[in-house]
């Protein structure tokens, strides 16, 4: 039986990573499409091919992807940061294609940022959204990655917000207290069990 699939979303500094650690702790396997698309970035041929035509030779140091250098071209410059995704993106989706294959559980959780933004949302068996009060992600982004509330700011606002995410969601996450998030997650993982043995 192939495992269901779950989509696992929120904005950013909303906790998705917390919550997927939950997931895995109940022995759910996780997978993470950000870290995927990271290392598929220094390990596929092709990728690093097309976005050097893409972005030049800057886009690489010592066959490294170079990020600060990448991040700086698509701030602000939507085409570009959609061309990219266009490289990458098919070829995380092949990858994690083969990756549920593996998967000997009821379901398996995929963890992206922008699921409902780039429309994938449409190919999941049900999605969790984990959310948080904007004062309270806008802290944790600061601190997480050492950067400006401008730059956190900007970043949300490219994304959907909650109200709309929470609309096309089957489960919603609100993450402000870890015992309580750890507790909705026991929950959620009790009922898609539940339901999927129901189906």
Aim: proline content about 3%; glycine content about 4%.
């Amino acid at each position: 039986m192939t495992p269901k699939i779950i989509g696992l979303t929120g904005g950013i500094g909303s906790g998705k990573t917390t919550v997927a650690n939950f997931f895995k702790e109940l022995g759910v396997p996780v997978y993470t499409a950000d870290t995927e698309a990271k290392a598929l970035m220094n390990r596929s041929k092709i990728i690093k091919r097309k976005l050097l035509q893409l972005f030049g030779n800057n886009a690489y140091l010592d066959h490294k992807i170079n990020r600060p250098f990448i991040a700086k071209q698509i701030f602000n410059n939507q085409e570009l940061l959609e061309k990219m995704n266009a490289i990458i993106h098919p070829k995380v989706a092949t990858h994690f294609k083969r990756w549920v294959k593996k998967q000997n559980t009821d379901y398996v959780i995929s963890e992206a940022a922008i699921l409902f933004e780039n429309g994938s949302y449409k190919k999941y068996d049900y999605i969790i959204t984990v959310v948080a009060p904007e004062d309270i992600r806008l802290k944790r982004v600061i601190q997480r990655d050492n950067t400006s509330a401008k730059k956190v700011a900007a970043i949300i606002k490219n994304q959907w917000d909650d109200d709309k995410k929470i609309a096309l969601s089957d489960f919603v996450i609100t993450n402000t207290d870890l015992k309580k998030t750890k507790n909705q997650v026991a929950i959620i993982h009790e009922k898609l069990l539940k339901s999927i043995a129901n189906h």
